[in-house]
Nanobody, 125 residues
Framework: QVQLVESGGGLVQAGGSLRLSCAAS????????MAWFRQTIGKERECVAT????????YYADSVKGRFTISRDNDQNTIYLQMNSLKEEDTAVYYC??????????????????WGQGTQVTVSS
């Protein structure tokens, strides 16, 4: 059982930056593909970025490409989401998630087994 804990959310003005972190409880984390999802009220959970278990490949939703960067530090059992040039429409609860290496890189929420509790990101105009 992998426990994931997000941190780093908050309130930021449009155009600003935030860095989210997701710490995993188990060393086995390094065998999992990881992703960041976000969700707003009344909308489905949306995948914004994924990273393979090796860290060698990253994938982004078109809405964040060029602005967000996903990375991982397997020695620290942590993944990150660097968010730059934030827009009001980036406002959401952000979740990190883990999936088996056979599914890493997927944008489908249903293949992710472990989820964090979420961290709120609010971008003001």
């Amino acid at each position: 059982q992998v426990q994931l804990v997000e941190s780093g959310g908050g309130l930021v003005q449009a155009g600003g930056s935030l860095r989210l972190s997701c710490a995993a409880s188990e060393r086995s984390f390094r065998a999992y593909g990881m992703a960041w999802f976000r969700q707003t009220i009344g909308k489905e959970r949306e995948c914004v970025a994924t990273i393979t278990w090796t860290g060698g490949n990253t994938y982004y939703a078109d809405s964040v490409k060029g602005r967000f960067t996903i990375s991982r530090d397997n020695d620290q059992n942590t993944i990150y989401l660097q968010m730059n040039s934030l827009k009001e429409e980036d406002t959401a609860v952000y979740y990190c998630a883990a999936t088996s290496m056979g599914n890493d890189g997927s944008f489908s929420a249903h293949v992710y087994t472990y989820w964090g509790q979420g961290t709120q990101v609010t971008v003001s105009s």
